[in-house]
Nanobody, 123 residues
């Protein structure tokens, strides 16, 4: 499994970004895909997850109401639409995947990780 994240950048507070994670290497119908992030000096934290087959989702409290995770099966791509961005959203964002039924926020479950894409939100 290969995961390729993209879409990061510099944005002003209140702005929006859409991250993409292109997945390849197998059929993902039985997989859960997720986004995690790691800010400088902080531990990696869960952002959002989606079960590929039924589009069941799970969000961290910090993401609810502002971020939306979705997937495009035809493109084998998972997206994270981030709106109303805040400086505290500044981090490297990673996409991850594991084969399982539930969109968990536990990073230890995720077997596959992509490289990060950096998001910087300025004041």
């Amino acid at each position: 499994v290969q995961l390729q994240a993209s879409g990061g950048g510099l944005v002003q507070a209140g702005g929006s970004l859409r991250l993409s994670c292109a997945a390849s290497g197998r059929t993902f119908s039985s997989y859960v895909m997720a986004w995690f992030r790691q800010a400088p000096g902080k531990e990696r934290e869960f952002v959002a997850a989606i079960r590929w087959s039924a589009a069941m989702t799970n969000y961290a409290e910090s993401a609810k109401g502002r971020f939306t995770i979705s997937r495009d099966s035809a493109k084998n791509t998972v997206y994270l639409q981030m709106n109303s961005l805040k400086p505290e959203d500044t981090a490297i964002y990673y996409c991850a995947a594991f084969e399982g039924p539930n969109p968990s926020g536990r990073s230890s479950l995720y077997k596959y990780w992509g490289q990060g894409t950096e998001v910087t939100v300025s004041t």
